[in-house]
């Protein structure tokens, strides 16, 4: 008979918001992969940074998303309203965090959770955001 595995307080943990998602980033953008199939995160993580653009220029607010890769960098930018400055950092390093609960300043929205670019923030090597 096998050693009964002991069960106690000290197995219990709290993580950080950063800490999960890089633990379990499968919850947050589906398969990890490699990049060789259409269905791997390092495309979800684009596909959150982009939607929160068509946000925007569906609201009126962005005129033009331009996108950018190059050398394993990627650069998104959308001309629009921007995030108010007070709440940049909530905004994408704050789980559940967002202007998208707020149906007056986002009538129509692709993102909803407010989770997306959080995932994109602990899961690049580098991560810049300006408004």
Same mark, same amino acid.
């Given at each position: 008979?096998?050693?009964?595995?002991?069960?106690?307080?000290?197995?219990? !943990?709290?993580?950080?918001?950063?800490?999960?998602?890089?633990?379990?980033?499968?919850?947050? $953008?589906? &398969?990890?992969?490699?990049?060789?199939?259409?269905?791997?995160? $390092?495309?979800?993580?684009?596909?959150?940074?982009?939607?929160?653009?068509?946000?925007? *220029?569906?609201?009126?607010?962005?005129?033009?998303?331009?996108?950018?890769?190059?050398?394993?960098?990627?650069?998104? !930018?959308?001309?629009?309203?921007?995030?108010?400055?007070?709440?940049?950092?909530?905004?994408?390093? &704050?789980?559940?965090?967002?202007?998208?609960?707020?149906?007056?300043? *986002?009538? &129509?929205?692709?993102?909803?959770?407010?989770?997306?670019?959080?995932?994109?923030?602990?899961?690049?090597?580098? *991560?810049?955001?300006?408004?």
């Amino acid at each position: 008979m096998s050693e009964e595995t002991k069960y106690t307080e000290d197995n219990i !943990r709290s993580l950080d918001w950063k800490e999960h998602i890089r633990m379990r980033p499968g919850m947050y $953008i589906g &398969k990890l992969g490699d990049g060789s199939s259409a269905d791997d995160g $390092i495309y979800i993580l684009l596909k959150e940074v982009i939607d929160n653009c068509i946000d925007e *220029f569906v609201m009126g607010a962005g005129k033009t998303i331009e996108i950018s890769v190059q050398n394993q960098k990627v650069i998104v !930018r959308d001309y629009g309203r921007g995030i108010p400055l007070g709440k940049v950092v909530d905004v994408v390093s &704050k789980m559940n965090t967002g202007g998208k609960y707020d149906t007056r300043a *986002f009538k &129509k929205s692709v993102g909803l959770n407010g989770v997306g670019t959080k995932a994109v923030n602990a899961l690049s090597s580098s *991560f810049r955001v300006e408004s």
